[in-house]
């Protein structure tokens, strides 16, 4: 009897945990799956392979030719509605007036308009058009340019986009006296009150000198036209609620730490445009379920081209999901290395510097976390207009490798060497500071086994918080550190100016000084409009770098930054940096999303 | 009773006063300025003049003496006032009021799971002593024990989009607004969360009941010929039920302590990860008022466990 019992309640009891069970499936076969929506749509490209050379691919500020934009012939290809839901690594803080930085553009690029922009419908990711601007033109005097807006652009709230706007947008661009003027990056070529109308539809802008850079930097999303009359009403700018621009979107929920939403600007003056019904950024930090929510379609894109996802992961992503995914590797536009405090000893003798430059492998770098594809790391990225090609780069002392792969032994001999002139012949203890934050713990790990298998360095890693390791960076409070950055664009000013110039985030931390002839070439190339001769004085500050002072960046490899788009989606072309393209107008969503 | 609650409630004051003096201590001995990191940005990559830092540190607060700072912290909490985020910059109450529920009904849902499969499963180990369902239900017990639960967190994650396909919808839905929608969004955030109880339960109840049959009074009902049913459920789980009522008064405060990493795993926009985000950016207003919440609850519900024994065994008195 008491086993009947027993049998009675132990089947009760397996009967009870089967209904979980069933309740665990029931839950997780609730939902439509979304993947059964996200089948590979007929004619799908592959994705666009990153430039191999760019060079001649810019635009020439020297003839700018006049372009009207495209968009009112375009807008009938696509097919209409849906929302699209999209990756967000980050939540960022809660400022959103479009002329301070923090990294909020991503989420809020769709509400504003540029005057001019990467063209997001060529598979010429250095193509640039009007955006506001119908056409422009550089004057004579090479610093002079004058834009035609548009006539019938207008705001959100149906006043029409004019001269006086731009005026304005280009003054507040570059105020010092907002309170995180981070958009001062475009400081160096505008300064405020050089802008003037000429007419409701015309603006002149001019540079503080000729300047190469000025109509790429321009063309990013960083640089984005706000109305005059809204940002002067005294309306709170800040708030999302109150974003106001003549983008194809306007601002609607926004939940803190879970998503951000934006909406379809039914009054769009681009006609036809956009397709999409709206964006929900998702904030999802954590790899593996940012992986889950690619593969299960829950988001079909990424907000901006940063996943968190090394590019290795990246790789093995886009191999597993080739049905489903397409991934965009962009170039040039980030690197990882380690960052020398060059205040301290050893490492403010240059030929410790240079010990550690000839003496790390990059090549194992690049295999273990480059996914075997990412551009070594030559101070120029390689395989660009401005830089070597990676043929070249591979031949170089410090980028070489033996026949079989392994690190070159001359690079080795000639570390040893100039450690031994240095004064430390025989090693020392090194700690490498890693914030813990994308994959700087591991490549930290990775360096530290170079250093005591080829330089016999007592090298320890020393993982950090990142707030701790950033205000340890400020402070000079560390010896070397697993770092990396993301630029603004894969063009030299904004590369060299933040790395190597004074002023650049870079140098603050390393406490480096570059010499003087190095500042010269630096303005020289900066304002020298022939492409030609400013690759030649490129070279020059490159080969210095090489040879004389690595300065205080031992840079692995360039890092692709990838973007990651669900083959759902149509009319994605790659853009040439993680700062462009965020306006969304011209995608649409074959079959819906 | 009344007396010995008073009592307990006067001790939360020392105790809650010593939780501040930790927070608030410990978050300024850690590296990193607030107003900083506002204008380097999450990379670092901002550019920012002394003077725009001096500022922000004069409208965050931080350029004053510690001491005022504190005791400028502790009289808004007195009066009810949680202060303003300094990330964010935006009122703490509405946050805490947004964001406390969820994590509550998350640790819930989790301690609920948890018991509904403990408990069975601890019973069945203990009347079928060394049997395979016993054996089945340690391996379970031990390795819920032995796995971290963020471990389990990837692990769920991993199964359901593999196996399933499918992972617990984006965003957040009210369980009062869209509940099925909650559900699965809650439920296997709280499986994860919940494991970890659910084995320690388990152990907890097997070897509480094992002794609990053992007693006198069971072979005294056994002998009265009460059913086998009625044994179990009315004289030996009722008083295995004690140190199972233990165990579970402190594993709320590791339960809540756990939501810091499964929210973040499974997008729970809960006081757990937005605990996570607030030191990363050092906003030392939220993380302080978060803690202190956090101890209040777990001082609260350690006195509702001791109350709760007094209820379920009226053999104890509380002066």
Request: hydrophobic share 45%; charged share 20%.
């Amino acid at each position: 009897m008491r086993n009947r019992a027993l049998n009675r309640l132990t089947g009760r009891i397996l009967v009870a945990m089967g209904m979980i069970i069933a309740l665990t499936a029931l839950v997780a076969c609730g939902a439509t799956a979304p993947t059964e929506s996200v089948a590979p749509s007929e004619g799908a490209t592959a994705p666009a392979q990153p430039a191999a050379s760019t060079s001649g691919d810019s635009p020439a500020p020297t003839a700018v030719p006049a372009q009207a934009n495209e968009a009112a012939q375009t807008a009938d290809r696509g097919k209409y509605g849906g929302i699209v839901p999209m990756h967000d690594y980050a939540f960022p803080n809660l400022i959103w007036h479009p002329h301070e930085f923090s990294n909020q553009f991503k989420n809020n690029s769709a509400i504003y308009n540029g005057l001019i922009e990467y063209n997001a419908e060529t598979d010429d990711p250095y193509d640039i058009r009007g955006d506001l601007a119908e056409s422009w033109e550089l004057q004579p005097d090479g610093v002079t340019y004058v834009f035609h807006l548009h006539e019938n652009a207008m705001w959100q709230d149906g006043t029409p986009v004019t001269a006086a706007d731009a005026v304005h947008s280009m003054d507040s661009l570059v105020n010092a006296d907002a309170s995180r003027p981070q958009t001062l990056i475009i400081a160096p070529y505008y300064s405020a009150g050089n802008a003037r109308a000429i007419d409701e539809h015309t603006v002149e802008i001019q540079t503080n000198n000729p300047a190469p850079d000025f109509i790429p930097m321009l063309a990013a999303d960083a640089f984005k036209m706000m109305s005059k009359d809204w940002d002067e009403s005294g309306v709170d700018t800040a708030k999302w609620e109150n974003g106001m621009g003549s983008g194809p979107f306007v601002p609607t929920q926004l939940a803190k730490d879970v998503s951000i939403e934006l909406a379809r600007n039914e009054n769009y003056w681009k006609e036809g445009l956009p397709y999409i019904d709206g964006i929900i950024h998702y904030y999802i930090a954590d790899k593996g379920t940012a992986i889950g929510a690619y593969r299960t379609g829950q988001v079909l894109m990424t907000t901006f081209p940063v996943t968190n996802l090394s590019n290795t992961e990246i790789l093995e992503l886009q191999e597993a999901e080739a049905d489903t995914l397409d991934v965009y590797l962009i170039p040039n536009t980030s690197l990882l290395g380690t960052l020398i405090n060059t205040t301290i000893e050893p490492f403010n003798d240059v030929r410790v510097r240079r010990a550690m430059h000839l003496a790390v492998d990059r090549s194992e770098f690049r295999t273990i976390f480059g996914g075997g594809i990412a551009p070594v790391g030559t101070p120029l990225p390689p395989d660009t207009w401005f830089g070597r090609t990676e043929e070249e780069a591979l031949q170089l002392p410090g980028f070489r490798s033996e026949s079989d792969g392994s690190k070159h032994q001359g690079d080795i001999e000639e570390a040893k060497r100039l450690l031994a002139e240095a004064g430390v012949p025989d090693g020392f203890e090194v700690d490498i500071m890693a914030r813990t934050a994308v994959e700087y713990v591991d490549l930290a790990q990775l360096l530290a086994d170079q250093f005591r298998r080829y330089l016999g360095w007592e090298a320890t890693v020393k993982p950090i918080d990142s707030a701790t390791g950033l205000t340890r960076y400020k402070e000079h409070d560390y010896q070397i550190g697993a770092q990396g950055t993301a630029l603004l664009l894969g063009e030299p000013d904004p590369i060299i100016g933040k790395i190597f110039m004074p002023g650049g985030l870079w140098i603050q931390w390393s406490g480096w000084e570059a010499p003087e002839q190095f500042k010269e070439w630096f303005s020289a190339q900066s304002q020298e409009l022939d492409r030609t001769k400013r690759a030649a004085i490129l070279r020059e500050m490159e080969d210095w770098m090489l040879t004389v002072d690595p300065g205080p960046l031992l840079v692995y490899y360039w890092s692709f930054r990838d973007q990651i788009v669900n083959k759902q989606i149509q009319n994605y072309h790659m853009p040439v940096s993680l700062w462009v393209q965020l306006k969304h107008e011209y995608i649409w969503c074959d079959p819906a999303c | 009773m009344n007396t010995y609650v008073i009592k307990r409630f006067m001790l939360f004051v020392p105790t809650l006063v010593l939780v501040t003096l930790m927070v608030f201590a410990l978050m300024r001995l850690v590296p990193g300025d607030p107003a900083e990191l506002l204008l380097m940005g999450f990379e670092g990559d901002g550019q920012f003049t002394e003077q725009q830092l001096a500022d922000l540190r004069a409208k965050l607060g931080t350029d004053r003496s510690l001491a005022i700072q504190y005791l400028d912290w502790i009289w808004g909490m007195v009066r009810g006032d949680f202060g303003v985020s300094m990330y964010f910059d935006t009122p703490i109450s509405e946050d805490l009021g947004a964001k406390l529920p969820i994590t509550l009904e998350l640790a819930a849902l989790a301690l609920l799971l948890a018991f509904v499969v403990a408990v069975p499963l601890g019973v069945v180990s203990a009347v079928r002593q060394d049997t395979v369902a016993d054996y089945a239900s340690r391996i379970i017990a031990i390795a819920g024990v032995a796995m971290p639960t963020f471990w389990i967190g990837i692990l769920v994650v991993y199964f359901l989009v593999t196996w399933f396909d499918w992972l617990p919808p984006l965003g957040y839905a009210n369980l009062w607004e869209d509940p099925w929608r909650n559900l699965q969004q809650m439920f296997f955030p709280a499986v994860a969360l919940g494991f970890y109880n659910m084995a320690l339960v388990a152990r907890v109840t097997r070897s509480s009941m094992l002794e609990v049959f053992r007693e006198d009074y069971i072979r005294t009902a056994r002998s009265k010929g009460l059913r086998e049913r009625a044994v179990i459920v009315r004289h030996a789980l009722k008083n295995a039920f004690l140190p199972i009522l233990t165990i579970s008064g402190w594993q709320v405060g590791r339960l809540i302590a756990g939501t810091v990493v499964i929210e973040t795993i499974f997008l729970v926009p809960g006081m757990g990860r937005l605990l996570v985000d607030s030191i990363l950016h050092r906003d030392y207003t939220m993380i302080q008022s978060i803690v202190m919440v956090i101890a209040f609850m777990v001082l609260a519900l350690n006195l509702v466990v001791d109350l709760l024994y007094a209820w379920l065994d009226p053999r104890i008195r509380y002066e």
